[in-house]
């Protein structure tokens, strides 16, 4: 006779279930959550967090009627992507998103999630990213990294660049910095989203900006933990299990369906 092992806050993650909001149709998605096999993978990587962990995950589908409609098993692989990395699925947090992309729902990383997986690796002085407006940045030198800035400059001026300062506790330290238009070039290269009224480089520029600059100076530069590893590879991934590709569906080379594929806001 098999034995059914059962989590030991079963209950504390079927009252959360129970409580999160209805959607009508995304019930599989809130079936499958409430499965035992889901249940117990969520409560092995985040323990007694993982109640309120995937009740927040039903909540932003809930919010998101492109969501909704994604097949529930790549929303449940971004859930799990974010939470083997133990970031929170809440937007005003701005560390980790589940992004819906034609139909599929992507995990994708926030600026903060970048800046909260390089600070645990404990590697890590002090790092920031920052908005350079018109005036402030004196010097940058592109061979170098070296930048001089003038701090008397009003910060409220047309905003020029988007840069990455970190230092470590071995004493290296280093700049990235990219223009606006460098930023721009990249998005307008990589992304397929870039144009879309709807997609987040047009409703948030900026925070995308500042993404991109954390990304790339970060995976050149900086230290990378096995955490920040799988966040590099796992940004904007698509994946049905632990056990299938790996797809990107915002970069250009990547198609679903066979169409070109939208970013709805996240």
């Not at 919010?63 to 083997?84: S, W, Y």
């Not at 994946?239 to 797809?247: E, M, N």
Request: with cysteine.
């Amino acid at each position: 006779m098999t034995t059914e092992i059962v989590p030991k806050n079963t209950d504390a993650v079927k009252n959360a279930l129970t409580a999160a909001p209805d959607m009508v149709v995304s019930k599989s998605l809130k079936a499958l959550l409430g499965s035992t096999s889901i249940k117990a993978r969520f409560e092995e990587m985040l323990k007694t967090k993982a109640a309120g962990f995937m009740s927040s995950v039903l909540s932003a589908v809930a919010a998101n009627k492109a969501l909704q409609t994604c097949d529930p098993m790549t929303v449940i692989q971004a859930a799990a992507i974010a939470a083997a990395l133990d970031l929170p699925i809440n937007g005003s947090l701005g560390m980790a998103h589940i992004v819906p992309y034609k139909g599929a729902a992507a995990f994708q990383l926030g600026w903060k999630g970048y800046v909260q997986l390089a600070m645990r690796s404990g590697q890590y002085r002090t790092i920031n990213l920052f908005e350079a407006h018109e005036g402030q940045v004196k010097s940058h030198n592109p061979f170098t990294g070296q930048m001089e800035f003038d701090l008397t400059a009003p910060a409220n001026g047309p905003v020029v660049g988007y840069g990455l300062y970190f230092s470590l506790i071995n004493g290296y330290e280093k700049y990235f910095y990219m223009t606006v238009a460098e930023v721009t070039a990249h998005a307008k290269k990589f992304s397929m989203s870039f144009g879309n009224e709807n997609g987040q480089w047009k409703k948030n520029f900026p925070a995308m900006a500042l993404k991109t600059v954390a990304k790339m100076g970060l995976s050149k530069y900086g230290i990378l933990s096995i955490e920040m590893q799988t966040a590099v590879v796992r940004d904007q991934s698509v994946s049905t299990s632990d056990d299938a590709p790996i797809v990107y569906p915002d970069g250009k080379d990547a198609i679903i369906e066979g169409e070109a594929v939208t970013e709805p806001a996240a």
